[in-house]
């Protein structure tokens, strides 16, 4: 089983850059939702998806933005990179009242 | 909102040695799951044990266990005869609702000695 894929594991951006960080997921599950960890502060909600077609915010949205058009994919753009964004970002998929399943995170960096 | 609070950002024992982390939390529910995650030096994120709060019996996967206390709002993960890859940060998480986003703590780094 895959369970969450998320590509890729490393990228340097440099400042005003855009790019999208990819994640799929094979488990069929209804939720899935983008975090980034920071040193000291946990891993902190960015945005999140209860099913194809619905998103919202989390905890930390400015910079970002998601679509969810299959259950599968949810992708998360980085529409200027900042070095602000400079973190480890993590896709999660789960299903109502189960453990949530995460990718292997990216490693971003922006000089 | 649903604060999750680990009071021990580094904690380390001796191999072989049991070690307990703690978990607070702040919620309004009544019924809902906790849960600890590993992350080891690899980066991914492991399960390594969940709570129904609803249930009175602690939850115990092999050498890990909780010490749920759902009046005081405590979620402590003890660790029995610490092995050298229980060396990790451990992440205590609350879900909201039906678990479509989680608070995480801030994580507790730990670290077995040989």
């Known amino acids: 089983n895959a369970g969450v894929t998320q590509t890729p594991k490393f990228q340097v951006l440099k400042t005003g850059q855009s790019m999208t960080l990819q994640c799929a997921q094979d488990m069929n599950h209804e939720y899935m939702s983008w975090y980034r960890q920071d040193p000291g502060m946990g891993l902190r909600l960015i945005h999140y998806?209860?099913?194809?077609?619905?998103?919202d915010q989390g905890e930390v949205p400015n910079g970002y933005n998601v679509s969810r058009s299959t259950t599968e994919d949810f992708p998360l753009r980085l529409l200027s990179a900042a070095p602000s964004q400079t973190s480890v970002y993590f896709c999660?998929?789960?299903?109502?009242?189960?453990?949530?399943?995460f990718g292997q995170g990216t490693r971003l960096t922006v000089v | 909102a649903q604060t999750v609070t680990q009071s021990q950002p580094e904690m380390s024992v001796q191999e072989a040695e049991t070690v307990t982390l703690s978990c607070t939390y702040d919620t309004s529910e009544n019924n809902y799951y906790l849960f600890w995650y590993k992350q080891p030096p690899s980066r991914q994120m492991i399960l390594v044990i969940r709570q129904e709060a609803y249930k009175q019996q602690n939850a115990t996967e092999n050498r890990f266990s909780v010490n749920f206390q759902k009046a005081a709002k405590s979620f402590s993960l003890k660790i029995s005869d610490s092995q050298l890859g229980d060396t990790a940060m451990y992440f205590c998480?609350?879900?909201?609702?039906?678990?479509?986003?989680?608070?995480f703590g801030t994580g507790t780094r730990l670290t077995i000695i040989p």
């Open positions: 998806s209860v099913g194809a077609g619905i998103t």
């Open positions: 999660a998929s789960s299903r109502q009242n189960t453990e949530a399943f």
């Open positions: 998480a609350f879900p909201f609702f039906g678990n479509e986003k989680l608070t």
